[in-house]
Nanobody, 124 residues
């Protein structure tokens, strides 16, 4: 319903870090109880990466994150981030931010607002 805007993608060497940001497009508002991140690699289906409750009291991560990624929310609760550390070549994908009206959401079908995606490429 409301377009979101991601930023922060780019090219990084294995072991490096990136921080992705997401917010509603300028002049728009979005209802969000859960904010999340997904990714899609070439030839693969979109998969859940991380999610956070608007209060910050709940977070969830994909098993393969293994503590490398951290999702967070700014103080105004208008922008959310994905800090990615110790990146690996297998992390190469288009990363999408999303917002859900549900309070605890980890499935893409639960999210009704999406960004256009930002490319993350990790070289060996």
């Amino acid at each position: 319903q409301v377009p979101l805007v991601e930023s922060g993608g780019g090219l990084v060497q294995a072991g490096g870090s990136l921080r992705l940001s997401c917010a509603a497009s300028s002049g728009r508002t979005v209802s969000r109880n859960t904010m999340g991140w997904f990714r899609q690699a070439p030839g693969k289906e979109r998969e859940f990466v991380a999610g956070i409750r608007w209060s910050g009291s709940w977070t969830d991560y994909a098993e393969w994150v293994k503590g490398r990624f951290t999702i967070s929310l700014d103080n105004a609760r208008s922008t959310w981030f994905l800090q990615m550390n110790n990146l690996k070549p297998d992390d190469t994908a288009i990363y999408y931010c999303a917002a859900s009206e549900e309070h605890f959401a980890t499935n893409g079908r639960q999210f009704n607002s999406w960004g256009q995606g930002t490319q993350v490429t990790v070289s060996s």
